[in-house]
């Protein structure tokens, strides 16, 4: 299962999404929480892809834990429905990190893509950072684009054999 919400998230999946797709070996499914709900839409248009589930969390004004709280709640919904066998989650949104705790929490493994990525401030920038770092903590697959980014989650105490440099 793709777990994601933003264009950004859209363009880097979706050629590994179709891939999948195509491949009768796999059940692909796509869950998009519409975090960034237009330019989510057009991404997906682009590409031909369809959300097998839609969470349509954004409301006007909604503060980053209502935003927290309505994606966990969907996704608890949509893992009593289907069960993964891994979650796979892209970047540094809201998104990635509640969807990837979401998936700890029903006992889902999660695939981290564009893993290790580090700024030298948990703060900076807010929240993008604290959320990869904390999607890497929970992440059990970590694929990192490039060898820095191997070399910090080494450092942070990740398992080398878990660790894939994409590119």
Do not use: W
Not at 86 to 108: N, P
Not at 127 to 142: F, K, T
């Amino acid at each position: 299962m793709f777990i994601y919400g933003t264009r950004p998230e859209t363009i880097k999946l979706a050629p590994v999404i179709k891939e999948l797709r195509s491949d009768p070996d796999f059940h692909t499914i796509v869950t998009v929480t519409g975090q960034h709900r237009q330019m989510l839409d057009q991404a997906m248009a682009v590409f031909g892809l369809q959300a097998d589930y839609d969470l349509n969390v954004m409301q006007e004004n909604q503060t980053l834990s209502g935003l927290s709280q309505r994606i966990l709640a969907g996704l608890s919904d949509i893992f009593a429905d289907c069960r993964p066998d891994i979650v796979l989650v892209q970047g540094d949104t809201t998104s990635v990190l509640i969807g990837a705790l979401s998936a700890f929490y029903h006992g889902v493994k999660v695939g981290h893509v564009e893993a290790g990525l580090r700024t030298a401030d948990k703060r900076n920038p807010f929240p993008e950072e604290i959320n990869r770092r904390l999607a890497g903590v929970i992440a059990d697959l970590h694929f990192a684009p490039t060898a820095a980014a191997r070399g910090n989650l080494v450092r942070e105490c990740i398992d080398p054999s878990t660790i894939f440099i994409t590119g």
